[in-house]
T-cell receptor, first 117, second 116 residues
């Protein structure tokens, strides 16, 4: 079955530690996204990638880093510079990046809950 | 400032009734609007997309309206069932007033609870 796989489902971070959240898709989609979801807030965009080897910062990129070396993979690293990392992290993909020009539905993974020890 | 507002309080309705959820926005000029369903601990699932030049879109028991004058979208679920209980998110693809690049921006969602 095609889809987006996020792992792990739950992740705990110690003080000063960097952690990496995995996101893999087998939908052959060009565009991939990372969102953060906090209780009572809408999804906030962290980073997005329109195509392999390219990515742009979203609204809340500070303290996060990404890479897009393969079309299928878009891992997110939460660095020690992110002082409030506890949240539900969602990875998504779309066939192509068309914001503002035509509309593309997003396919989401099942999320990773990150907590601080 | 730009805002997307959905009812923050849960909407409780009886099985078989029509559920109506609202999405209001200010200081956006959306090219299109999307609705997603999210179950607890899961990622959102796309339901419907409606463009700025469309007034209404239907899919099975779902209906979405889009009024760019009122700056509002309504999401209806007819003949609601307990399985429809979830949080529903609206998302706008729009430029802000300052003409910044378009992006997909999500509302906070409305939790729907359908009871027997």
């Amino acid at each position: 079955d095609g889809g987006i796989t996020q792992s792990p489902k739950y992740l705990f971070r110690k003080e000063g530690q960097n952690v990496t959240l995995s996101c893999e898709q087998n939908l052959n989609h060009d565009a991939m996204y990372w969102y953060r979801q906090d209780p009572g807030q809408g999804l906030r965009l962290i980073y997005y990638s329109q195509i392999v080897n390219d990515f742009q910062k979203g609204d809340i990129a500070e303290g996060y880093s990404v890479s897009r070396e393969k079309k299928e993979s878009f891992p997110l690293t939460v660095t020690s510079a992110q002082k409030n990392p506890t949240a539900f992290y969602l990875c998504a993909s779309s066939i192509e990046f068309r914001w503002g020009t035509g509309g593309q539905k997003l396919f989401f993974g099942s999320g990773t809950q990150l907590s601080v020890l | 400032s730009q805002k997307i507002e959905q009812n923050s309080e849960a909407l409780n309705i009886q099985e078989g009734k029509t559920a109506t959820l609202t999405c209001n926005y200010t200081n956006y000029s959306p090219a299109y609007l999307q609705w997603y369903r999210q179950d607890p601990g899961r990622g959102p699932v796309f339901l419907l997309l409606i463009r700025e030049n469309e007034k209404e879109k239907r899919k099975e028991r779902l209906k979405v309206t889009f009024d760019t004058t009122l700056k509002q979208s309504l999401f209806h679920i007819t003949a609601s069932q307990p399985a429809d209980s979830a949080t529903y998110l609206c998302a706008l693809d729009a430029r802000g007033e300052t003409g910044t690049a378009s992006k997909l921006t999500f509302g906070t969602g409305t939790r729907l609870q359908v009871t027997l």
